[in-house]
């Protein structure tokens, strides 16, 4: 079957390598690579997953952050103008909590609250008089077919060593958190399940869904030992929730 830029739905987007390679895996099909405009840089590989016909980027090599996040967004919504919504794939550093037993390998999905989209962009905001930082402006909340399909994906419970699911707030920005305290003061006033540094610049470009599994603990022990496991449950999770987004649409 040919393809044109219009029957792809699906907008598939990694910061890493390794998340783009384990992307791939997910897919069902692969797809020859069509034509783009000159204007476009991206780096696309075309595929399915569940009757989903999907694009996978990765940001530019080297390149990371809410900003070329947003540039491969926008580039790719404008060359796929048939895009409905997006999956931030990829890695994220875990915050421990008495509520969320989060370990490493586990998957955290953005939830929106009664007041929060599911990501907050935590360095965007203004110093108060007494010294706390206060969080401005809001981005946009996932589709509500994702968030209805999320609650079809199973989750397994904790009495393997399965990967487990979370769902809670993202913290997102364009700084690296290697400080247990740093990252304990941005979490504790929102309840902060894991930190990432790309979903921001995506969100309000393209209504999405941020998917991390967790490499670290965001402290000084971050190493990259547990980034391959991370990244290959977190598009497994995105392959899942595909799945059953494709059962939803179908039953209605």
């Not at 034509?35 to 991206?42: E, G, I, K, V």
Request: hydrophobic share 40%; charged share 20%.
């Amino acid at each position: 079957m040919i393809f044109t830029r219009d029957d792809y739905t699906v907008a598939w987007i990694c910061a890493l390598p390794l998340e783009m390679a384990a992307a791939k895996v997910m897919l069902d099909e692969v797809h020859p690579p069509l034509p783009q405009p000159q204007t476009d840089h991206n780096v696309y590989t075309l595929g399915s997953v569940s009757g989903h016909n999907v694009v996978v980027a990765c940001l530019l090599g080297g390149v990371y952050g809410t900003i070329s996040a947003t540039a491969v967004a926008s580039h790719m919504v404008s060359t796929f103008r048939s895009i409905q919504f997006g999956l931030m794939v990829g890695i994220g550093g875990g915050v421990p909590s008495q509520s969320a037993d989060i370990r490493l390998g586990d998957v955290v999905i953005s939830k929106p609250t009664a007041t929060l989209s599911g990501v907050i962009q935590y360095d965007y905001g203004k110093t108060l008089r007494d010294g706390r930082f206060q969080h401005t402006g809001s981005l946009n909340k996932p589709p509500p077919v994702l968030l209805k399909a999320t609650q079809l994906v199973n989750r397994p419970e904790r009495i393997t060593d399965d990967p487990y699911f979370h769902y809670g707030l993202i913290a997102s920005g364009d700084q690296v958190i290697k400080n247990a305290k740093t990252r304990d003061s941005i979490a504790k006033d929102l309840d902060i399940l894991c930190f990432e540094m790309e979903a921001a610049g995506l969100i309000d470009e393209l209504p999405s869904l941020a998917i991390r599994g967790i490499c670290d603990y965001c402290d000084s022990h971050k190493n990259k030992q547990w980034q391959g496991y991370a990244a290959l449950a977190a598009a497994a999770y995105a392959k899942a929730l595909l799945m059953d987004l494709a059962k939803l649409l179908s039953a209605d």
